[in-house]
Nanobody, 119 residues
Framework: QVQLVESGGGLVQAGGSLRLSCAAS????????MAWFRRAPGREREFVGS????????DYAASVKGRFTIGTDNTKNTVYLQMNSLKPEDTAIYYC????????????WGQGTQVTVSS
């Protein structure tokens, strides 16, 4: 069974940076894509960005492009989200998720980590 565990959330001032981590446990973990999503208070969950596990190609939401960067350490089964130039509107619970095949849905989800950006 695969488990995803996020860490690295916290409180930061606007303009600051945070790095989130998502560690996957489970034998032979080899997803097709790892992604980050977020849910702000009173809003629906939204896509933040994703990365192909093999090859490393990335995709970002327009709202974070140029400020957030996704990376992986495949040897540690870990995906990162480097968040720079944070804004109060980035405040949300951030979730990592894994898609195991190209045309599948995101099947595995972490429990989420809170990011709060103060103005």
């Amino acid at each position: 069974q695969v488990q995803l565990v996020e860490s690295g959330g916290g409180l930061v001032q606007a303009g600051g940076s945070l790095r989130l981590s998502c560690a996957a446990s489970g034998r032979s973990f080899s997803p097709y894509v790892m992604a980050w999503f977020r849910r702000a208070p009173g809003r629906e969950r939204e896509f933040v960005g994703s990365i192909r596990w093999s090859g490393g190609s990335t995709d970002y939401a327009a709202s974070v492009k140029g400020r957030f960067t996704i990376g992986t350490d495949n040897t540690k089964n870990t995906v990162y989200l480097q968040m720079n130039s944070l804004k109060p509107e980035d405040t949300a619970i951030y979730y990592c998720a894994a898609k195991m095949a190209e045309f599948s849905s995101y099947y595995y989800w972490g429990q989420g980590t809170q990011v709060t950006v103060s103005s």
